[in-house]
């Protein structure tokens, strides 16, 4: 029994696709989306999106926006959204080192949690370049 | 009778003309196709968002919300979204047009005006209709940032002061190169009979909100709208674009028609300046022989 995804953000469509499963990170914790799934909205922290269907697993990185859960269907409204192969590893790592030296400096506590927040959102992209679940992605609407 | 040279300078003026409305034209063109994706990359969370708060205000009705009250209208605020730039066709006139309408079949409601774009600005200026808020040189490829104080004041007059009791916005969609229609929606409160949609079979209950409904509504409610005006504002430069090169080619067009007139009566004259003066040579010729 499948469902119907649909990923995007304001600027760019990723996918609507019948899928089998998706676990993704809310702010309260990370769930996991079967079909039949009641009801539920949430608020998505800095995380990744697995994707499964049938035998293949997909990973995306999304930071902010909101799922919506309903019995036949789940909309991913995420603020960002990339697939794992987009990722930049050599940027993410650039950005990763520059906040943690900035974190050394005294600094505002503004600045701080801004540099926090850099780090957490490199250290995720890192952690899903590391563990690469698969290099394809179904129905891709770019190419 | 005009003279050779005013008709070549005429000739020389129209082919000016016709070259900037070409530029205009090849201007208009280029930008239209990045509009045009702009518009069909951004329609899917649009109505992705304005369905699923239509959902929720009806899931949620017994939950008092003052996004989702409906409310006796007094002053209905309008977000008049229009261009900045005229040679576009008529799509700001049309859009206009719409409007006095639709103020028309309201009589006993006051309305107040954001307007993003000069052309609607001056429009609600010549009406004397009320202006809350302006915002102009908005940038086709720009970001959401920059209609943001427009949200400001639909926030400020429908939730903080409750001045307005409906927000409504006006454009133009953008239908194809050759259609683009003005068209008008309810932003607020969000009224769960506008839902575009059915709902599903057996969703009957309410959500399971993680944190609260609170913290969430409180996220989508201004996502929403914001999300909705900016998309529209793109649809409305996607519509811009379209109808100015549509009007600049039919300028170039008529350019092309004006230029083969002039020419042909240019070499009417011409040819009968040249027969008038062999005739004359011709008759004097003959009155020396003859003498």
Redesign the interface.
Request: net charge negative; no cysteine; glycine share 4%.
């Given at each position: 029994m499948a469902f119907m995804l649909?990923l995007?953000?304001?600027?760019?469509?990723l996918l609507?696709e019948e899928v089998d499963y998706i676990q993704a990170k809310?702010?309260?914790g990370e769930f996991g989306v079967l079909t039949g799934h009641?009801?539920?909205?949430?608020?998505l922290d800095i995380g990744e999106l697995l994707v499964r269907n049938k035998e293949a697993l997909y990973s995306y990185f999304v930071a902010g926006g909101?799922v919506?859960v309903?019995?036949?269907r789940v909309?991913v409204?995420a603020d960002t959204i990339e697939r794992a192969e987009e990722i930049d590893g050599k940027r993410a790592e650039e950005a990763r080192q520059n906040a943690m030296e900035a974190l050394k400096q005294p600094i505002s506590p503004e600045s701080r949690l801004g540099y926090e927040q850099v780090l957490k959102r490199e250290g995720v992209r890192l952690g899903i370049l590391s563990r690469r679940h698969s290099t394809r992605h179904p129905g891709s609407l770019e190419e | 009778m005009p003279s050779l040279r005013s008709i070549r300078s005429r000739i020389k003026s129209v082919k000016n003309t016709r070259q900037i409305t070409k530029a205009m034209e090849m201007v208009a063109s280029a930008k239209m196709r990045k509009a045009q994706q702009r518009v069909i990359d951004t329609r899917p969370y649009a109505e992705k968002i304005y369905d699923l708060m239509h959902r929720i205000a009806y899931l949620e009705r017994s939950f008092p919300n003052p996004y989702f009250e409906v409310r006796p209208v007094r002053t209905a605020g309008i977000v008049l979204v229009s261009t900045d730039r005229g040679l576009c066709g008529a799509i700001n006139a049309n859009l206009f047009r719409s409007l006095t309408r639709f103020m028309k079949e309201r009589p006993g409601t006051n309305f107040e005006f954001v307007t993003i774009g000069r052309k609607g600005r001056d429009f609600v200026r010549r009406s004397g209709l009320p202006l809350q808020g302006v915002i102009h040189g908005v940038k086709d490829r720009g970001t959401i940032e920059e209609i943001l104080p427009a949200t400001q004041v639909v926030i400020e007059e429908f939730y903080a002061k409750r001045h307005w009791e409906e927000v409504w916005i006006f454009y133009t969609q953008f239908e194809s190169i050759m259609s683009q229609k003005p068209r008008h929606e309810k932003l607020l409160p969000i009224d769960p009979q506008f839902l575009t949609e059915k709902i599903p079979a057996g969703l009957s209950g309410e959500y399971l909100f993680e944190p609260d409904r609170r913290d969430i509504l409180d996220v989508l409610i201004p996502r929403y709208f914001e999300t909705v005006i900016f998309q529209r504002v793109l649809e409305n430069f996607a519509s811009e674009y379209s109808a100015r090169m549509v009007a600049m080619k039919n300028a170039t067009a008529n350019a092309k028609e004006v230029i083969y007139g002039l020419t042909l009566t240019y070499n009417k004259l011409r040819q009968a300046n040249i027969t008038k003066e062999i005739s004359e040579i011709s008759s004097g010729a003959e009155a020396i022989s003859q003498g």
């Open positions: 649909s995007m953000t304001q600027e760019r469509h609507s809310g702010v309260e009641t009801p539920f909205l949430t608020l909101v919506e309903l019995p036949d909309t409204l | -």
